[in-house]
């Protein structure tokens, strides 16, 4: 079984719109939980962690994400998006010696 | 420079030959990670090394697939006998030691197999 669900292959939205890039994770795994974007042909840049305290964390790029327990979810979130914002977007948790990923939401800005 | 090197970025080889693949992590981060990226398979754990511990080999996917790091600093993954189902991304990440510290990602190394 996934540990990490990211429950939209792709979201296709609107420049200057609001986003919310959906993310559950399972019991199995520790909360410790990363968000990363990945542009064409780059490796995974880290976009923001939750590893304790506030459950809202903010991250680069105006990116920030809610930790959820009671849900076991990590949604990511952006106010208001911009054309380079168009990317590949991970969300991911820690294993015991790895990082478990999600497959992926793949995020497409319209002008 | 500052992030995580690997080399080459493009590999194209023919089915059965044995490649290399070069990663450089951050200078001072001591542990650190292989990583497959294959079309609807998403990103799979390989292997992890921690200082002088023995390595996390229990992603690693046959025996065709090897890792070393030496000196504590520079890794290579080598895969013998390559497949056509072995063309993906590999990506190596590095990070300081403990368990919540996060990884820094090349840009990978795009291999493809004929």
């Known amino acids: 079984a996934q540990s990490v669900t990211q429950l939209d292959s792709q979201v296709p939205v609107f420049e200057e719109a609001p986003v919310e890039l959906r993310c559950n994770y399972s019991?199995?795994?520790?909360?410790?939980l990363f968000w990363y974007v990945q542009y064409p042909n780059q490796g995974l840049q880290l976009l923001l962690k939750?590893?304790?305290?506030?459950?809202l964390v903010k991250g680069i790029n105006g990116f920030e994400a809610e930790f959820n327990k009671s849900q076991t979810s990590f949604h990511l979130r952006k106010p208001s998006v911009h054309i380079s914002d168009t990317a590949e977007y991970f969300c991911?948790?820690?294993?015991?010696?790895?990082?478990?990923f999600g497959t992926g939401t793949r995020l497409t800005v319209i002008p | 420079g500052a992030g995580v090197s690997q080399s080459p970025s493009n590999k194209v080889t023919e089915k059965g030959k044995d490649v290399e693949l070069r990663c450089d992590p951050i200078s001072g981060h001591t542990a650190l990670y292989w990583y497959r990226q294959s079309l609807g398979q998403g990103l799979e754990f390989l292997i992890y090394f921690q200082g002088n511990s023995a390595p996390d080999k229990s992603g690693l996917p046959s025996d065709r697939f090897s890792a070393e790091r030496t000196g504590g600093s520079v890794s290579t993954l080598t895969i013998q006998r390559t497949q056509q189902e072995d063309s993906a991304v590999y990506l190596c990440?590095?990070?300081?030691?403990?368990?919540?510290?996060?990884?820094?990602f090349g840009d990978g190394t795009r291999l493809s197999i004929l």
């Open positions: 990440a590095s990070s300081f030691g403990g368990f919540n510290q996060p990884q820094h």
């Open positions: 991911a948790a820690r294993g015991a010696n790895n990082l478990f």
């Open positions: 939750y590893l304790s305290g506030s459950t």
């Open positions: 019991s199995s795994v520790s909360v410790y």
